[in-house]
């Protein structure tokens, strides 16, 4: 047991050393935030990168919580291309939701683990900037592509990493919620992918982590791929093995390694302690995209 034990830690040190003093930004979604074990692994794994030495910088989702609180409200939602169309009043509930209830919660995790962590929105210190998300939909060839408008949904049109890279220093992990500020000071509901995406770029991560609730990228046959080149993804994408909610993650992943993220890590959140066994073994569980 020992032996093994030792072996485990021996096999861990050259991705230690590696990876050193480095931003790892870490999306966090999907089961791993709602089963009450995997939340616990989370925050274990997250405050034992800080210790050894490592950067982690949390952004996380809230789909499913604001889903069920604007329920309770009796407030419906529509989806368009898997994004909610947030009105007004929806955008309410969802800061709501995402800064003042789910981004808590996980912060208090990591600080029951003995960590220190920060919560953040993307409005504080103007960190994320963003602008509204004009959705275009193609119609027949003898149309123009029809405008959806999805109310106060926005994308990201700058980071400013000076508050993350502030805490960073002062030994604190930064926990991010994917809401923006508009240029005139309206909030923003944003694809928590896409924020991560972006944030890494901005912070150079060395690694961009997607928890997901698949094993993986998949090939043409359904078999999982550890390893992939941005090309590859591309190839996987244009043949239509790549589809539905995975689309959207590959594209964030092309543009984070397009734009200098040196790794983009898609794991199975629904594994305990998943991003320890990515960074930290040398099998790992995902895939792993390269440029």
Not at 1 to 14: F, H, K, Q, T
Not at 47 to 56: H, I, N
Not at 252 to 266: S, T
Request: glycine share 14%; charged share 20%.
């Amino acid at each position: 047991m020992n032996r093994n034990v030792a072996d485990i830690l021996i096999e861990a040190l050259p991705y230690i050393r590696r990876f050193y003093g480095r931003t790892i930004v870490v999306k966090y979604g999907g089961h791993a935030m709602v089963d009450d074990g995997l939340k616990e692994d989370f925050a274990r794994d997250i405050t034992l990168l800080k210790f050894v030495g490592l950067q982690p910088v949390v952004v996380h989702g809230g789909g499913p919580q604001i889903g069920s609180v604007l329920d309770k409200m009796g407030m419906s939602s529509q989806f368009v291309s898997g994004m909610r169309v947030t009105d007004g009043p929806t955008m309410d509930v969802v800061e709501m939701v995402l800064v003042g209830n789910v981004n808590k919660q996980i912060v208090a995790q990591i600080i029951q683990q003995g960590g220190k962590a920060v919560g953040l929105s993307g409005k504080d210190g103007g960190l994320i900037l963003a602008k509204k998300l004009h959705l275009l939909r193609s119609q027949s060839q003898d149309k123009p592509p029809e405008i959806i408008d999805m109310g106060m949904v926005g994308e990201v049109i700058g980071v400013n990493p000076e508050i993350i890279q502030t805490l960073e220093d002062g030994g604190f992990i930064p926990v991010i919620a994917p809401v923006g500020v508009g240029g005139s000071g309206e909030t923003y509901n944003i694809n928590a992918d896409w924020v991560a995406s972006k944030i890494a770029v901005a912070l150079n991560a060395i690694k961009l982590i997607l928890l997901t609730d698949v094993e993986g990228v998949m090939d043409e046959s359904g078999t999982l791929i550890s390893s992939a080149t941005a090309g590859a993804v591309e190839k996987l994408l244009g043949n239509g093995a790549i589809s539905g909610g995975m689309i959207p993650k590959m594209e964030c992943a092309l543009e984070a390694i397009g734009k200098g993220v040196k790794r983009v890590h898609v794991i199975d959140g629904r594994n305990p302690h998943a991003v320890l066994l990515e960074l930290f073994t040398d099998r790992g569980i995902g895939t792993e995209i390269s440029k």
